[in-house]
Each structure stands twice: as structure tokens, then as C-alpha cells.
């Protein structure tokens, strides 16, 4: 055989051997070069959940009860709300229809925990709560007595749902923290403030749980309790199981002088 065919032949596997490595190191080189330049597919932010700071108890166990014989037929509804953070807690009681011309109350029972540090001012309270009527303010209204004391009340006509004017109200106590809120909506031209203060007059405390203060303050509250216009010349006169609650509700505005 030839010399140099002979060294041809010795050389080949080594040079194939070596072939096949730059192949592969080109190889390999590329698939990292791809990985390393390749634009990495964009995740949307996550968002959280909107998660509302109140809770709504499933099955809620009434502290307070709102008797109001002449209203039986009014649909009535008890919530509870806890708040997450502080521990808060509000008991809601809503008689009527939320969105007629027909006579509504609702009454908030607040009991802050350490989610808020102080109440803030009463008109604001009332805005901030009847929020979802859009409120319209009619100016400031005098203040209402009750057997809770005197309460803040302003009047306001809703801008959503049903036209209808509305007596907003609340009373704040420091020693409990307590926070008594709501508003008494009805359609026509008067709204009466006696079947607020009558319907006020009715709230009772079923439960006052591990506050003995509560207890106190709704004990003494019965103390002053006007027993739903027993002073009135009007409603006096008539049978205890009157229905007030229209009666009130659809009683003609008073003449005033000059009218």
C-alpha cells in the first residue's frame, strides 16, 4: 500500500472524532444562545382580590329587635357585618321596601373595633352611608328627640332609584362605642319626623353580649321613651295598635303661617 494512502487512513477517525466535536460544540452553543436572546413570555400582573373590609354573617343571631306591630306586613331584614382587620361590628335592620314610595327605615348599629380610632362628623356619616340613594342634601334639620337623646337628622332627597325624601339621622356615644345611624325614606311632597322618632322609640336590645355597658345605655334609654306620640293631640286619642306606620306616613303636612 501506499505511504500515503496508508496515513490517510490512520489520520481519518481522529479527524472525523474532531469534526464531530466543533459540530457539537456549535450545536450547543446555539441552543444557548437562543435560550439566553429569546424574548421570555409576559405574565400579567397578579391582581389581589377585591376583598371588602366587611364580613356578612351567614347566619346572623339578633342583638337588637325593631317591634313594630303597625309595620307587620313591611318586609324585614336583619344583617350582621364584621369587619376583617379590627373586629368591628354592625347589626343593619331595614323595614319596607328599599326602592318604593312606600314608607323605608334603616337602622346601623355600629360597634367599632380597632379598624377606627374616632367617628367622623354626622353629616359626613349620613352622605358616606345612604351613598347608594346619591343623596341630595335639603339643608340642615333640627335635631330630633328621642329616647336616645337628641339625634342628628338631615334631610336629603335621593338621586337614584325611586325619587323620595329621606330624614338621614345618627347618634354617636363615646362610653360604649356605639354609632346609631340610618335614614326613614317615603315618596310624596312630607316626610313626618314623629314616625322617625316613633320608629326610633321601638328599638330595642335583645342581646348585649359581653358589653354590660350596652345593656346600660338601652336601659336607660327606656327611661325616656315617649311611647310613639302619646303627647300628640293627633295620635293620642287614638287605639294603641293604630296603624302608625301609615297613618304617620300619609298624615298632611301641617299649614304653616303665611302659606
Excluded at 450545536?27 to 421570555?40: D, E, P, V
Aim: with cysteine.
Amino acid at each position: 500500500m501506499h505511504p500515503a494512502l496508508y496515513s490517510w487512513r490512520e489520520q481519518l477517525p481522529a479527524t472525523f472524532v474532531r469534526l464531530l466535536a466543533y459540530l457539537s460544540a456549535i450545536t450547543l452553543l446555539s441552543l444557548g444562545a437562543a435560550q439566553f436572546f429569546q424574548s421570555h413570555p409576559t405574565m400579567a400582573p397578579i391582581s389581589p382580590l377585591d376583598r371588602t373590609p366587611w364580613r356578612q354573617v351567614e347566619r346572623p343571631f339578633p342583638a337588637f329587635a325593631l317591634a313594630i306591630p303597625e309595620a307587620a306586613e313591611a318586609p324585614f331584614h336583619y344583617a350582621i357585618e364584621h369587619n376583617r382587620a379590627g373586629g368591628g361590628r354592625k347589626d343593619i335592620l331595614s323595614l319596607g321596601d328599599p326602592d318604593a314610595a312606600t314608607p323605608y327605615l334603616q337602622i346601623e348599629i355600629y360597634r367599632p373595633g380597632t379598624e377606627l380610632r374616632a367617628f367622623d362628623d354626622p353629616i359626613a356619616e349620613i352622605v358616606a352611608a345612604a351613598a347608594g340613594l346619591a343623596p341630595a342634601l335639603a339643608g340642615a334639620g333640627e335635631p330630633l328627640q328621642t329616647k336616645f337623646g337628641p339625634v342628628t337628622v338631615v334631610p336629603f332627597d335621593t338621586a337614584k332609584g325611586t325619587p323620595r325624601h329621606c330624614l338621614g339621622f345618627v347618634r354617636m356615644y363615646d362610653d360604649p362605642r356605639l354609632q346609631l345611624s340610618g335614614w326613614f325614606c317615603q315618596g310624596g311632597e312630607f316626610i313626618e319626623r314623629a314616625t322617625l322618632a316613633c320608629a326610633l322609640d321601638r328599638l330595642t336590645l335583645l342581646s348585649a353580649g359581653s358589653d354590660p355597658k350596652i345593656g346600660a345605655l338601652f336601659a336607660q334609654a327606656e327611661l325616656h321613651r315617649s311611647f310613639c306620640g302619646e303627647h300628640d293631640p293627633i295620635l293620642a286619642p287614638t287605639p294603641k295598635y293604630r296603624l302608625l306606620w301609615k297613618a304617620l306616613a300619609t298624615r298632611p303636612e301641617p299649614r304653616r303661617i303665611g302659606r
